[in-house]
């Protein structure tokens, strides 16, 4: 239980801390960037079609698709909030490993195939062009800077998937046709907009969850080659 409550302090420190440093808002997008990349994935991964996808400045997102079947539905309403989530903790992960240069290539990777494939106008063309700059200045930036722009990138998406997520299951109470994916996934299968938001939030806790005992878990030293350069 201590965990649990030591979670919750820490992910309302992020979300209140966060919003202290300068254009933070604009790395908000990052989460917004993962969850409509899960949902095309999806999409192309049950053989469906991806047509665009927009991604907005009050850190909201549309991927267009043509789906398959109506069952294909199903995961692709899912991969947005869950796959957001879950790509926390690969994060976390990364950073535990002592491995942040790979976890913004990684970001910036899939900010690049946005942006070639998916993302041609609006808000959402020049946040990835700009995003996908900034990756690689971080890559070869000193380490000391790229630690520190990476803990900012992992706590502003830890943060920002679960709050994504309790607004939606908020929404799904009080405005449930205005849910989002919840709605999206009521009207197609006929379950609750409420019982969509409770898995959404529930899961997103959980990964955090997950996330925050990497964090908290003891580091490996780093690894140095002869001469003192850091592996």
């Not at 907005?56 to 989530?85: C, E, F, K, Q």
């Not at 970001?107 to 942006?115: K, Q």
């Not at 997103?204 to 140095?224: D, E, M, N």
Request: charged share 10%; proline share 3%; net charge positive.
């Amino acid at each position: 239980m201590n965990k649990w409550i030591n979670t919750i302090l820490l992910l309302i420190a992020s979300a209140v801390l966060t919003r202290l440093i300068p254009f933070s808002s604009l790395f908000r997008n990052l989460n917004t960037m993962i969850h409509e990349f899960g949902h095309a994935m999806i999409t192309l991964i049950t053989s469906g079609q991806v047509s665009g996808i927009e991604l907005n400045a009050d850190h909201s997102g549309v991927t267009y698709t043509r789906i398959s079947s109506m069952w294909s539905g199903l995961p692709i309403g899912l991969a947005g909030y869950m796959g957001s989530s879950l790509f926390v903790i690969v994060l976390f992960y990364l950073y535990h490993k002592r491995k942040q240069k790979e976890g913004i290539v990684l970001t910036g990777i899939i900010a690049l195939i946005m942006l070639i494939l998916y993302v041609h106008h609006g808000f959402g063309l020049y946040w990835l062009i700009g995003f996908v700059i900034v990756s690689g200045v971080m890559v070869i930036a000193p380490e000391w800077l790229r630690n520190g722009y990476y803990l900012l990138i992992l706590f502003l998406t830890l943060e920002e998937s679960v709050l994504s997520s309790i607004t939606i299951l908020w929404l799904s109470m009080t405005s449930p046709a205005g849910a989002g994916d919840a709605a999206g996934l009521a009207q197609q299968f006929g379950i609750p907009a409420v019982v969509w938001g409770v898995l959404f939030a529930g899961f997103s806790l959980w990964c955090a969850h997950r996330s925050l005992q990497l964090f908290w878990r003891k580091r490996k030293p780093p690894v140095y080659r002869a001469g003192g350069a850091r592996r």
